[in-house]
């Protein structure tokens, strides 16, 4: 099963063929909301909308480790994909471009990061090299080709705390560092999945270029995100049906 994480703008995927909401309860409290269950293509698609079916919950406060544990040991989901809003730092990914990370660089902070903490079991160390699942990074790629939406394939994704939005210093600070994009969500979400054993990927929008680039050098234009993420958004949706339609991930 095919798991899809919804962020700012998909709160909900209109060519789901919804079968059944479900809620859940986990060991780490209750997660954004009812997963909706359904099927694309043919195939089996579990959706779940980070901020809540409202976009009620800020980043920082979303409960990642219930909403992964829900999708991972509840739903039983194979793969996961991520879809989020973020900001264009490098150039070449102005609003509008989808781009499937690569890497990620985290800075936010407190924040329930594992699911490793209890004091009585042993220390779990996890690997976190490559942050995002390889193979379904590439069969996001495939799907975005197959539907001829370009696609940025690869790019360093900084995650910040929230729910404000960054200085023109802070940007210069995470370009300094090689980031490339930067959003709120992808931590711990990323690491959570990963803790969980269940491959995962993230299908980005820019929906405005990062504080002191380009438009944004004063100040962020809030009243274009809108339009942005909703023309974007259709892309996403088109690669994502493309995804269930081909089998991929099957």
């Not at 694309?40 to 219930?66: Q, W």
Request: charged share 20%.
């Amino acid at each position: 099963m095919l798991a899809i994480i919804g962020g700012s703008g998909l709160t909900q995927l209109a060519s789901l063929e919804v079968s059944r909401q479900q809620v859940v309860r986990t060991p780490f409290g209750e997660p954004s909301g009812a997963l909706t269950f359904g099927r694309i293509g043919g195939r089996e698609v579990v959706f779940i909308a980070r901020h809540g079916y409202g976009h009620t919950i800020p980043p920082h406060l979303v409960n990642y480790r219930a909403n992964i544990w829900a999708l991972a040991r509840e739903a039983g989901a194979s793969y996961i994909v991520s879809v989020a809003s973020v900001g264009g730092i490098r150039a070449d990914l102005g609003p509008g471009t989808l781009v499937i990370p690569d890497q990620i660089i985290d800075y936010t902070w407190g924040r329930q990061m594992t699911f490793h903490d209890s004091r009585e079991a042993q220390v779990v160390h996890t690997d976190f090299t490559e942050p995002y699942d390889q193979a379904l990074r590439q069969q996001l790629c495939e799907a975005a080709a197959g539907v001829d939406e370009p696609v940025a394939n690869g790019a360093v994704y900084a995650a910040s705390q929230g729910p404000r939005l960054e200085t023109a210093a802070e940007i210069n600070r995470f370009e300094r560092d090689g980031a490339h994009i930067i959003g709120m969500t992808g931590m711990p979400e990323a690491a959570l999945a990963r803790e969980a054993g269940v491959p995962y990927a993230a299908l980005t929008v820019v929906a405005n270029w990062a504080a002191g680039r380009a438009d944004s050098a004063h100040a962020i234009h809030f009243e274009n995100l809108e339009t942005v993420l909703q023309v974007a958004m259709v892309k996403v949706r088109k690669i994502i049906e493309h995804l269930c339609v081909t089998g991929a991930c099957a």
